[in-house]
């Protein structure tokens, strides 16, 4: 206990340490950005060593990193110089600054690196039909001029849909420019995925639990400060929820809060929340959930030892028990009876959990005398637990378990998932941006390939289309925007394969990423950096926006005149799909953006823009009235809603259907939480795997059992390890990756707990080779007691680098090991994989950071 005292007094020293820097720096922000905040107003307050005149501006930092901040730059001569966080107001605890993380206070390491593409550029040995297919990703780069890019483009399309029709297109990729483009054109096949979320994304919605995928599962931070025990089952959020998300769990925790961590790493959030560990296998967690609801049944006594709210489930729930069954379901499928093993056999004891999960016995009975003795508790999960393959169990029993205790409704009391920008902090956003106004354009075609089986689809030629039947498909043109699949994708040796088979692919990119690399045809696309603007949200409280920092670098051009410049050589007028132009859609965004009002219920719009404004910018409009001037939102780059305990923004999930369950019926058939969901079972059967009605053990493909190769006589089988993905802090995803300041300061080993390194007679700092049936990769181990034996940790996004000698990776890609195996509804299964790792006798590793970058001379 006294070490955490010390560790929170230390981290508040540090912080009121800042607020003296930064109230330093609120004076010289009154002055206008547009009049320009001098290099020298930084001097006074001693950070900045510039000479000469800059200008700071709030720049883009806008990947799916897991956060959202201001990220502020100083520009001098058209490149930026320094960069900066949230220095807009004081830092409070109730009005908390948006701080950067590594990753954004680096983004000029990226917008400038040296590995920027610069030129469009086609493959050597490319050809009209893909020319020598097999080069793809080892083949020289040669330069090209757009109009030969494009047209080269523009005539693949032509020749590949007027063969194989619009079908033999898959785009990749949020990106909506492209997308837009090529369903003006007459469409594409598309690809989906529960990639973040996991299990929870086609579940949520049936169970009636809530919004709990995105906003609406769990109460507001300010609330979090009356949870008496906080659970964080699978969720490390000092690590993948930068931003003010750990300083509002210390809040809680300041409060009163005791901590608990489930997870198979002793985090980064345990250490700094000082909380109990219990190391879990990963893909389990369904078994230990259901060993403490077996418990909170066996022990539960409702007048000296009342562990189960039996009041929660009959008012709000339906399946617990044979006496609360929807109409036509057999009695006997009821969730109590499951638990008890009184049909199957198996009561699902302590004993039979543990020996899944790894978790004794004791420790479950002691979870379950804590979650059911406590008052008032945050059970709060992240997605990873549910990125697992046959994750749907996992989420129905973590959701049971919530409504069992009645941890749900009640200030302080809360189930849900607590993840991303959102973590710890959930309810209606206090802030919208306004849309756009570009035109909605639909995809003609409606293929839709799950992610799963989208290398398979393009190998074999069929797939199943979703919640219908098999379909054929003949992938000729894949088309890579936005999103790097080849990478963040399961199976990259499948995917390589898949790409090496189809005769066309391009790829929009600023670094020769993995699709790039893979590709025939390159476009070098503007950054964020160094488009017109945007509007963008993060937690409830915050809106942010940007405007443009510098102008293209080299020959790069935005995504949209990327996709205005095809739909140009395809014949078709650029102005169907963008009608506007970059500047009005950012104008739009901004005069659209809406703040609520004091009174927690009506929004209004939050800039004032006069004729003066929009003559200014140049773009069609109307004056209107809002609670700042449009200048002060843009130089300021945030509005944030002010908070204090008893305002009117607070928020506590269900409390509507709990004090009222008739007028206000969850989003379920029946309308109440369903413990037994007939719906879900309804839609798995058109899916790829059934799914029960009630929580049950499912063995994952690829899960603990699937390391065995005998599980009754306990003989471990070729891949005897669990692997999971942690995302990592020096970088989101794949992106940012490539800079060589993040690739220094976190070094991406593998971590490897000591006794399964000692066994194999690893040191710490020594390179290994993980291998599946799938790929070979090597990695330097990080020798740690902080993971759990039997499980190894690869962070999440690591760019992958074959030596073509000997066909082993050297840069450590997660995805290799993911199977490439749709089970459920299609969710992602990333966190369900299995390995072997021994040392690896050849040339050790060197640190990434000294290999050489990849950049492309002509
Ligand atoms: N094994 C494993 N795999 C995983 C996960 C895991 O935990 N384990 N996590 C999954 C999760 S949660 C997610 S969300 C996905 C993320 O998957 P992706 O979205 O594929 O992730 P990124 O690597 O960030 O890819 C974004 C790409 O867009 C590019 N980009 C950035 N800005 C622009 C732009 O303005 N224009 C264009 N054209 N391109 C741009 C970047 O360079 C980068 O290549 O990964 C999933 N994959
Ligand atoms: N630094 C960084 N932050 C990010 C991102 C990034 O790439 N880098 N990506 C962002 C995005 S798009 C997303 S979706 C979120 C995802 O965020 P999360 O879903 O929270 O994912 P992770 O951070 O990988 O995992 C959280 C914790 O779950 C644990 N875990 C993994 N598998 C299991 C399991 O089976 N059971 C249990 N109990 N625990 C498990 C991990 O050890 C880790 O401590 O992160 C966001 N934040
Ligand atoms: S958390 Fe995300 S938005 Fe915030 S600074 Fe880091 S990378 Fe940028
Ligand atoms: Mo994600």
């Excluded at 917008?111 to 610069?118: E, G, Q, S, T």
């Excluded at 060993?291 to 709000?316: A, H, Q, R, S």
């Excluded at 028990?321 to 638990?339: I, R, T, V």
């Excluded at 078709?572 to 963008?578: A, G, L, N, R």
Aim: net charge negative; aromatic share 10%; charged share 25%.
């Amino acid at each position: 206990m006294l070490d955490i005292v010390s560790k929170i007094n230390d981290f508040k020293m540090s912080r009121r340490a800042f607020i003296g820097w930064s109230s330093a720096i609120a004076v010289t922000t009154a002055i206008p950005v547009s009049r320009g905040l001098v290099a020298k107003a930084e001097n006074n307050i001693g950070i900045a060593e510039t000479d000469g005149e800059g200008i700071w501006k709030t720049a883009a930092c806008w990947h799916n990193c897991g956060g959202r901040c201001v990220n502020k730059v100083l520009i001098k001569d058209g490149v930026v110089i320094r960069q900066k966080t949230d220095d807009t107001h004081e830092d409070s605890p109730d009005f908390p600054q948006q701080r950067g993380c590594l990753r954004g206070r680096s983004q000029r390491h990226q917008v400038f690196n040296a590995d920027r593409l610069k030129y469009p550029m086609k493959r050597k040995n490319w050809a009209p039909g893909g020319g020598k297919k097999e080069l793809r990703g080892k083949d020289q780069w040669v330069r090209l001029s757009w109009d030969e890019a494009l047209d080269i483009v523009a005539s693949e399309t032509k020749r590949i849909t007027g063969k194989y029709g619009n079908e033999a297109i898959m785009v990749t990729g949020g990106d909506a420019n492209i997308r837009n483009a090529m369903s003006a054109i007459g469409g594409f096949s598309a690809c989906y995925g529960s990639s973040s979320w996991g299990a929870w994304r086609w579940i949520w919605e049936n169970m009636g639990v809530g919004e709990g995928l995105i906003v609406n599962g769990i109460n507001d931070r300010i609330d979090l400060r009356n949870s008496q025990l906080i659970v964080l089952w699978g969720a490390n959020p000092a690590w993948s929820s930068m931003g003010s998300v750990t300083y509002n769990f210390l809040q809680a925790k300041k409060a009163g809060a005791r901590f608990i961590t489930i997870d198979p790493l002793y985090t980064d959030s345990a250490n700094v929340f000082d909380a109990d560990w219990v190391p879990v296998r990963p893909g389990t967690d369904d078994a230990l959930a259901f060993g403490i609801m077996y418990t909170l049944l066996d022990e539960d006594n409702p007048t000296t030892n009342p562990l189960v709210k039996w009041d929660f489930l009959d008012k709000y729930t339906i399946g617990f028990d044979e006496d609360h069954m929807p109409e036509g379901a057999d009695p006997k499928d009821n969730f109590k009876d499951y638990l008890l093993g009184t049909y199957d056999g198996q009561p699902k004891t302590p004993e039979w959990a543990a020996e899944i999960c790894g978790v004794e016995p004791s420790k479950i009975r002691e979870l379950a005398r804590e979650i059911g003795g406590t008052e008032r508790v945050a059970l709060l999960t992240a997605w990873a637990p549910a990125r697992i393959a046959n994750g749907e169990g996992w989420v129905q029993a973590f959701s049971t378990l919530g409504m069992m205790t009645g941890q749900m409704g009640g200030s302080g009391k809360m189930t849900g998932v607590s993840c991303w920008e959102y973590a710890g902090n959930m309810g209606p956003f206090l802030l919208t941006a306004g849309g756009k106004g570009l035109p909605a354009i639909t995809n003609p075609i409606d293929n839709q390939i799950n992610e799963n089986e989208m290398w398979d689809a393009v190998l074999d030629g069929k797939f199943l289309q979703r919640y219908e039947k098999e379909r054929n498909v003949n992938i000729q043109f894949i088309y890579h925007n936005y999103e790097n699949h080849l990478q963040t994708r399961s199976n990259i040796a499948k995917g390589i394969k898949a790409h090496h088979e189809v005769e066309f692919v391009v790829t929009n990119a600023y670094a020769l990423t993995t699709n790039a690399k893979y590709s025939d045809i390159v476009l070098p696309v503007a950054t964020q950096w160094e488009t017109a603007g945007a509007v963008k949200g993060g937690n409830r409280e915050i809106l942010i926006n940007w405007s443009k920092i510098i102008e293209p670098l080299y020959e790069s051009k935005t995504d949209q005149e990327i996709a205005e410049a095809l739909l140009q050589k395809l014949g078709k007028d650029p102005k169907e799909v963008f009608p506007i132009t970059a500047e009005q859609q950012y104008f739009n965004q901004l005069s659209g953006s809406m703040v609520m009002k004091e009174n927690g219920v009506d929004y209004e719009p939050l800039c004032t823009i006069t004729s003066q404004d929009i003559k200014e910018w140049g773009v069609e409009g109307t004056p209107q009235k809002g609670r700042i001037p449009l200048k002060e939102f843009v130089d300021t780059g945030i509005y944030q809603v002010p908070r204090k305990p008893g305002d009117n923004f607070g928020f506590i999930a269900y409390k509507d259907f709990i004090d009222d369950p008739e007028a206000n019926p969850v989003s379920s058939e029946s309308g109440k939480f369903e413990i037994y969901c007939k719906a879900i079972n309804e839609l798995s059967k058109t899916a790829y795997s059934e799914i029960a009605p009630i929580p049950k053990y499912e063995v994952k493909v690829h899960g603990y059992e699937a390391t065995f190769e005998d599980w009754e006589a306990k003989k471990k089988g070729k891949y005897p390890y669990q692997m999971i993905n942690p995302h990592y802090l020096r970088r989101s995803h794949s992106t940012l990756d490539n800079v060589p300041q993040l690739r220094e300061a976190w070094p991406n080993p593998v971590y490897i707990s000591r006794k399964d390194a000692d066994e194999k007679g690893v040191k710490d700092g020594e390179t290994v080779l993980l291998s599946n049936e799938y790929a070979k990769s090597l990695r330097p181990a990080a020798v740690v007691e902080t993971i759990m034996p039997g499980v190894i940790g690869l962070p999440h996004g690591a760019w992958v680098d074959f030596d073509e000698k000997t066909g082993i990776d050297r840069g450590g890609a997660d995805n290799l090991f993911v199977p490439h195996i749709p089970k459920g509804l299609g969710s992602s299964g990333f966190n369900t994989a299995r390995v072997n790792f021994e040392k690896w006798e050849g040339e050790p590793l060197e640190e990434d950071v000294k290999w050489e970058q990849r950049i492309i001379k002509f």
